[in-house]
Protein backbone atom coordinates (compact mmCIF):
# COMPACT_ATOMS: atom_id res chain seq x y z
CA UNK A 1 0.00 0.00 0.00
CA UNK A 2 2.61 2.30 0.34
CA UNK A 3 4.53 2.05 -2.76
CA UNK A 4 0.80 2.28 -4.18
CA UNK A 5 0.07 5.36 -2.47
CA UNK A 6 3.41 7.34 -3.62
CA UNK A 7 3.21 6.11 -7.03
CA UNK A 8 -0.79 7.67 -7.20
CA UNK A 9 0.24 11.04 -5.63
CA UNK A 10 3.60 11.19 -7.58
CA UNK A 11 1.87 10.16 -11.07
CA UNK A 12 -1.41 12.82 -10.17
CA UNK A 13 1.49 15.66 -8.73
CA UNK A 14 3.93 15.36 -11.88
CA UNK A 15 0.41 15.54 -14.32
CA UNK A 16 -0.87 18.62 -12.45
CA UNK A 17 2.04 20.07 -13.19
CA UNK A 18 1.57 20.21 -17.34
CA UNK A 19 -2.01 21.59 -16.54
CA UNK A 20 -2.22 25.17 -17.69
CA UNK A 21 -3.64 28.21 -16.36
CA UNK A 22 -2.54 27.43 -12.64
CA UNK A 23 -2.46 29.53 -9.50
CA UNK A 24 0.11 31.72 -10.80
CA UNK A 25 -1.12 32.59 -14.42
CA UNK A 26 -4.34 33.40 -12.65
CA UNK A 27 -3.17 35.94 -10.39
CA UNK A 28 -1.04 37.43 -13.39
CA UNK A 29 -4.32 37.78 -15.93
CA UNK A 30 -6.49 38.92 -12.81
CA UNK A 31 -3.81 42.25 -12.37
CA UNK A 32 -3.33 42.80 -16.24
CA UNK A 33 -7.52 42.48 -16.45
CA UNK A 34 -7.71 44.99 -13.78
CA UNK A 35 -5.14 47.42 -15.60
CA UNK A 36 -7.42 46.95 -18.28
CA UNK A 37 -10.58 47.56 -16.48
CA UNK A 38 -8.44 51.16 -15.43
CA UNK A 39 -7.39 51.84 -18.62
CA UNK A 40 -3.92 51.07 -18.42
CA UNK A 41 -1.43 49.18 -20.75
CA UNK A 42 -2.06 45.28 -19.35
CA UNK A 43 1.66 44.37 -20.30
CA UNK A 44 3.20 46.95 -17.86
CA UNK A 45 0.64 45.94 -14.90
CA UNK A 46 3.09 43.78 -13.55
CA UNK A 47 7.12 43.38 -13.69
CA UNK A 48 9.27 40.73 -13.22
CA UNK A 49 10.21 40.86 -10.36
CA UNK A 50 6.03 40.98 -8.94
CA UNK A 51 6.00 38.03 -11.00
CA UNK A 52 8.24 35.86 -9.03
CA UNK A 53 6.75 37.42 -5.83
CA UNK A 54 3.83 35.84 -6.89
CA UNK A 55 5.48 32.03 -8.07
CA UNK A 56 7.24 32.66 -4.27
CA UNK A 57 4.16 32.97 -2.46
CA UNK A 58 2.52 30.34 -3.79
CA UNK A 59 6.03 28.35 -4.01
CA UNK A 60 6.29 27.79 -7.51
CA UNK A 61 9.53 28.90 -7.40
CA UNK A 62 10.82 25.77 -6.40
CA UNK A 63 11.72 22.88 -8.81
CA UNK A 64 8.93 20.64 -9.55
CA UNK A 65 10.58 17.72 -7.37
CA UNK A 66 11.35 19.78 -4.49
CA UNK A 67 7.35 20.67 -4.07
CA UNK A 68 6.17 17.33 -4.39
CA UNK A 69 8.48 16.37 -1.36
CA UNK A 70 7.58 19.47 0.29
CA UNK A 71 3.68 18.51 -0.07
CA UNK A 72 3.97 14.57 0.78
CA UNK A 73 6.28 15.84 4.04
CA UNK A 74 3.19 18.33 5.12
CA UNK A 75 0.98 15.35 4.02
CA UNK A 76 2.52 12.68 6.31
CA UNK A 77 2.09 15.31 9.84
CA UNK A 78 -1.65 16.12 8.32
CA UNK A 79 -1.23 19.53 6.89
CA UNK A 80 -2.47 19.23 3.16
CA UNK A 81 -1.66 23.06 2.35
CA UNK A 82 -3.95 26.10 1.75
CA UNK A 83 -6.34 26.08 -0.78
CA UNK A 84 -5.69 28.79 -3.00
CA UNK A 85 -9.38 29.40 -4.30
CA UNK A 86 -10.56 29.53 -0.59
CA UNK A 87 -7.67 30.58 1.51
CA UNK A 88 -7.96 28.59 4.24
CA UNK A 89 -6.42 25.25 5.17
CA UNK A 90 -7.52 21.96 2.70
CA UNK A 91 -8.50 20.02 5.56
CA UNK A 92 -10.92 22.44 6.73
CA UNK A 93 -12.10 22.77 3.07
CA UNK A 94 -12.46 18.90 2.84
CA UNK A 95 -14.01 18.46 6.12
CA UNK A 96 -16.53 21.28 5.61
CA UNK A 97 -17.95 19.06 2.60
CA UNK A 98 -17.77 15.81 3.98
CA UNK A 99 -21.08 15.16 6.49
CA UNK A 100 -23.67 15.30 3.66
CA UNK A 101 -21.09 13.30 1.09
CA UNK A 102 -21.14 10.82 3.97
CA UNK A 103 -24.50 10.93 4.68
CA UNK A 104 -25.57 10.30 0.85
CA UNK A 105 -23.00 7.26 0.67
CA UNK A 106 -23.50 5.34 3.84
CA UNK A 107 -27.64 5.77 3.38
CA UNK A 108 -27.18 4.67 -0.28
CA UNK A 109 -24.68 1.77 0.72
CA UNK A 110 -26.91 0.44 3.80
CA UNK A 111 -30.04 0.86 1.95
CA UNK A 112 -28.77 -1.09 -1.18
CA UNK A 113 -27.73 -3.91 0.73
CA UNK A 114 -30.39 -3.97 3.01
CA UNK A 115 -32.64 -4.20 -0.22
CA UNK A 116 -30.78 -5.63 -3.15
CA UNK A 117 -29.03 -9.04 -1.35
CA UNK A 118 -32.79 -10.35 -0.28
CA UNK A 119 -34.50 -9.44 -3.76
CA UNK A 120 -31.56 -10.78 -5.85
CA UNK A 121 -32.27 -13.55 -3.62
CA UNK A 122 -35.88 -13.85 -3.98
CA UNK A 123 -34.94 -13.41 -8.18
CA UNK A 124 -32.87 -16.21 -8.41
CA UNK A 125 -35.66 -18.63 -6.33
CA UNK A 126 -38.33 -16.77 -9.13
CA UNK A 127 -35.99 -17.19 -12.02
CA UNK A 128 -38.09 -16.76 -15.48
CA UNK A 129 -41.08 -16.21 -12.93
CA UNK A 130 -43.55 -13.34 -13.85
CA UNK A 131 -41.98 -11.49 -10.95
CA UNK A 132 -38.71 -11.90 -11.77
CA UNK A 133 -39.24 -10.63 -15.42
CA UNK A 134 -41.21 -7.48 -14.29
CA UNK A 135 -38.54 -6.66 -11.80
CA UNK A 136 -35.75 -6.74 -14.25
CA UNK A 137 -37.71 -4.73 -16.45
CA UNK A 138 -37.88 -1.89 -13.61
CA UNK A 139 -34.35 -2.94 -12.18
CA UNK A 140 -32.61 -2.80 -16.16
CA UNK A 141 -34.63 0.88 -16.42
CA UNK A 142 -32.96 2.01 -13.42
CA UNK A 143 -29.56 1.39 -14.60
CA UNK A 144 -29.54 2.60 -17.92
CA UNK A 145 -30.66 5.92 -16.76
CA UNK A 146 -28.63 8.38 -15.66
CA UNK A 147 -28.92 9.69 -12.38
CA UNK A 148 -28.96 13.27 -13.02
CA UNK A 149 -31.07 12.66 -16.13
CA UNK A 150 -33.18 10.73 -13.43
CA UNK A 151 -33.12 13.51 -11.17
CA UNK A 152 -34.58 15.98 -13.56
CA UNK A 153 -37.59 13.39 -14.15
CA UNK A 154 -38.09 13.46 -10.75
CA UNK A 155 -37.80 16.63 -9.99
CA UNK A 156 -40.49 17.72 -13.07
CA UNK A 157 -42.98 15.20 -11.36
CA UNK A 158 -42.38 15.31 -8.18
CA UNK A 159 -40.81 18.57 -6.95
CA UNK A 160 -43.24 21.24 -8.30
CA UNK A 161 -41.69 21.02 -12.05
CA UNK A 162 -45.22 20.54 -14.13
CA UNK A 163 -47.10 17.56 -12.15
CA UNK A 164 -46.90 16.99 -8.52
CA UNK A 165 -45.29 19.36 -5.65
CA UNK A 166 -44.53 16.64 -3.04
CA UNK A 167 -40.57 17.69 -2.35
CA UNK A 168 -38.10 20.08 -2.64
CA UNK A 169 -37.25 21.57 -5.41
CA UNK A 170 -33.20 22.07 -4.34
CA UNK A 171 -30.94 22.06 -1.79
CA UNK A 172 -30.28 20.10 1.79
CA UNK A 173 -32.84 21.95 4.22
CA UNK A 174 -35.08 24.84 4.32
CA UNK A 175 -34.91 28.55 4.69
CA UNK A 176 -36.63 28.53 7.85
CA UNK A 177 -34.57 25.17 9.15
CA UNK A 178 -32.92 27.29 12.34
CA UNK A 179 -35.98 28.62 13.47
CA UNK A 180 -37.45 24.98 13.49
CA UNK A 181 -37.65 22.20 16.62
CA UNK A 182 -35.22 19.40 16.49
CA UNK A 183 -37.47 16.53 15.51
CA UNK A 184 -38.89 18.94 12.75
CA UNK A 185 -35.04 20.04 11.30
CA UNK A 186 -34.74 16.07 10.92
CA UNK A 187 -38.28 15.60 9.17
CA UNK A 188 -36.95 18.37 6.88
CA UNK A 189 -33.49 17.21 6.20
CA UNK A 190 -34.76 13.74 5.30
CA UNK A 191 -37.70 15.48 3.02
CA UNK A 192 -35.27 16.83 1.17
CA UNK A 193 -32.88 14.08 0.94
CA UNK A 194 -35.82 11.64 -1.07
CA UNK A 195 -35.13 12.65 -4.21
CA UNK A 196 -30.98 12.76 -4.70
CA UNK A 197 -30.99 9.94 -2.48
CA UNK A 198 -33.12 7.96 -5.62
CA UNK A 199 -30.39 8.77 -8.05
CA UNK A 200 -27.70 7.77 -6.43
CA UNK A 201 -28.42 4.60 -5.48
CA UNK A 202 -30.38 3.77 -8.78
CA UNK A 203 -27.23 2.66 -10.77
CA UNK A 204 -25.66 0.65 -7.68
CA UNK A 205 -28.89 -0.82 -6.90
CA UNK A 206 -29.71 -2.46 -10.12
CA UNK A 207 -26.14 -3.69 -10.13
CA UNK A 208 -26.00 -5.10 -6.95
CA UNK A 209 -29.44 -6.64 -7.32
CA UNK A 210 -28.41 -8.48 -10.70
CA UNK A 211 -25.00 -9.80 -9.14
CA UNK A 212 -26.50 -11.30 -6.09
CA UNK A 213 -29.02 -13.11 -8.21
CA UNK A 214 -26.57 -14.37 -10.93
CA UNK A 215 -24.63 -15.34 -7.81
CA UNK A 216 -27.02 -17.64 -6.42
CA UNK A 217 -28.52 -18.78 -9.46
CA UNK A 218 -24.41 -20.03 -10.00
CA UNK A 219 -24.59 -21.69 -6.67
CA UNK A 220 -27.87 -23.58 -6.48
CA UNK A 221 -26.59 -25.24 -9.76
CA UNK A 222 -23.88 -26.53 -8.44
CA UNK A 223 -23.40 -30.38 -7.25
CA UNK A 224 -23.59 -29.44 -3.71
CA UNK A 225 -26.23 -28.32 -3.71
CA UNK A 226 -27.62 -31.39 -5.86
CA UNK A 227 -26.57 -33.50 -3.15
CA UNK A 228 -27.78 -31.98 -0.25
CA UNK A 229 -31.39 -31.40 -2.01
CA UNK A 230 -30.82 -35.33 -2.24
CA UNK A 231 -30.02 -35.91 0.74
CA UNK A 232 -33.30 -35.02 2.15
CA UNK A 233 -32.68 -31.02 2.63
CA UNK A 234 -35.28 -28.61 1.78
CA UNK A 235 -34.10 -26.50 -1.20
CA UNK A 236 -34.61 -23.17 0.82
CA UNK A 237 -32.69 -24.67 3.53
CA UNK A 238 -29.81 -25.31 1.22
CA UNK A 239 -30.16 -21.93 0.09
CA UNK A 240 -29.24 -20.31 3.35
CA UNK A 241 -27.36 -22.38 4.41
CA UNK A 242 -25.06 -23.41 1.74
CA UNK A 243 -25.10 -21.67 -1.60
CA UNK A 244 -25.69 -18.03 0.13
CA UNK A 245 -22.39 -17.98 1.87
CA UNK A 246 -20.46 -18.41 -0.97
CA UNK A 247 -23.12 -16.44 -3.33
CA UNK A 248 -21.65 -13.69 -0.76
CA UNK A 249 -17.82 -13.72 -2.06
CA UNK A 250 -18.55 -11.42 -5.65
CA UNK A 251 -21.03 -9.03 -2.82
CA UNK A 252 -17.54 -8.80 -0.61
CA UNK A 253 -16.16 -6.96 -3.21
CA UNK A 254 -18.36 -3.77 -3.03
CA UNK A 255 -18.09 -3.83 0.32
CA UNK A 256 -14.68 -2.35 0.04
CA UNK A 257 -16.31 0.71 -1.24
CA UNK A 258 -17.65 1.44 2.58
CA UNK A 259 -14.21 3.31 2.90
CA UNK A 260 -14.70 5.22 0.75
CA UNK A 261 -18.15 7.05 1.28
CA UNK A 262 -17.24 9.73 2.33
CA UNK A 263 -16.32 10.82 -1.39
CA UNK A 264 -19.35 9.80 -2.85
CA UNK A 265 -20.16 12.91 -4.18
CA UNK A 266 -21.82 12.82 -7.47
CA UNK A 267 -20.74 16.31 -9.67
CA UNK A 268 -24.36 16.23 -12.32
CA UNK A 269 -26.81 15.10 -9.46
CA UNK A 270 -25.09 17.79 -7.21
CA UNK A 271 -25.82 20.21 -9.77
CA UNK A 272 -29.27 19.34 -10.17
CA UNK A 273 -30.25 19.32 -6.87
CA UNK A 274 -28.01 22.25 -5.37
CA UNK A 275 -25.89 20.21 -3.23
CA UNK A 276 -22.58 21.61 -2.12
CA UNK A 277 -20.91 17.91 -1.97
CA UNK A 278 -17.73 16.60 -2.60
CA UNK A 279 -18.53 16.14 -6.42
CA UNK A 280 -18.95 20.10 -6.87
CA UNK A 281 -15.78 20.53 -4.65
CA UNK A 282 -13.81 18.37 -6.81
CA UNK A 283 -14.97 20.04 -10.05
CA UNK A 284 -14.33 23.17 -8.90
CA UNK A 285 -10.94 23.03 -7.64
CA UNK A 286 -9.87 21.07 -11.06
CA UNK A 287 -11.46 23.87 -12.71
CA UNK A 288 -10.23 26.79 -10.43
CA UNK A 289 -6.62 24.54 -10.51
CA UNK A 290 -6.57 24.48 -7.22
CA UNK A 291 -3.70 22.15 -7.17
CA UNK A 292 -3.60 21.72 -3.52
CA UNK A 293 -7.17 20.74 -2.83
CA UNK A 294 -6.70 18.55 -5.55
CA UNK A 295 -4.13 16.51 -3.98
CA UNK A 296 -5.69 16.57 -1.19
CA UNK A 297 -8.31 14.44 -2.56
CA UNK A 298 -6.81 12.33 -4.38
CA UNK A 299 -4.46 11.38 -1.53
CA UNK A 300 -7.44 10.73 1.34
CA UNK A 301 -9.71 8.54 -1.19
CA UNK A 302 -6.66 6.77 -2.31
CA UNK A 303 -6.20 5.91 1.01
CA UNK A 304 -9.45 4.94 1.66
CA UNK A 305 -9.32 2.56 -1.57
CA UNK A 306 -6.67 0.87 -0.51
CA UNK A 307 -7.82 -0.06 3.43
CA UNK A 308 -10.89 -0.45 1.43
CA UNK A 309 -9.12 -3.51 -0.32
CA UNK A 310 -7.27 -4.71 2.26
CA UNK A 311 -11.04 -4.79 4.39
CA UNK A 312 -12.76 -6.93 1.31
CA UNK A 313 -9.77 -9.27 1.15
CA UNK A 314 -10.05 -9.61 5.01
CA UNK A 315 -14.06 -10.28 4.39
CA UNK A 316 -13.04 -12.62 2.37
CA UNK A 317 -11.33 -15.06 4.75
CA UNK A 318 -14.35 -14.66 7.01
CA UNK A 319 -17.00 -15.26 4.63
CA UNK A 320 -15.27 -18.60 3.23
CA UNK A 321 -12.49 -19.81 5.38
CA UNK A 322 -10.67 -22.08 2.59
CA UNK A 323 -8.79 -18.89 1.39
CA UNK A 324 -6.93 -18.66 4.06
CA UNK A 325 -4.89 -21.77 2.67
CA UNK A 326 -4.50 -19.97 -0.50
Known amino acids: ?26 MIANIRAASVARGADPAAAISPAEIENIKKNFGFDQPAYV ?17 YSYNRPVMGVI ?31 KHHSLFDTMSSIVIFAGYVIPGYALGILLIIFFAGGTF ?35 CYMVGEFAFLTM ?23 LPKTALFRH ?16 FTLVFAGALLIEKVFDIDGMGL ?20 SSLLTLFGRLFSDLLYTYIDPRIRLQ
Open 281 to 300: LVWNSIVSRDYNVVMGIILI
Open 164 to 198: LDLFPLRGVVSDNFEMLSFPAQVLDFLHHMVLPMI
Open 95 to 125: LERMPISLFFGLTSFLLSYAVCIPLGMWKAR
Open 243 to 258: ALRNALIPIATRMSEI
Open 1 to 26: MIPTILGITLACFALIQFVPGGPVEQ
Open 211 to 233: LMKNSILEEIRKDYMRTAVLKGM
Open 67 to 83: RYFTWLGGAITGDLGQS
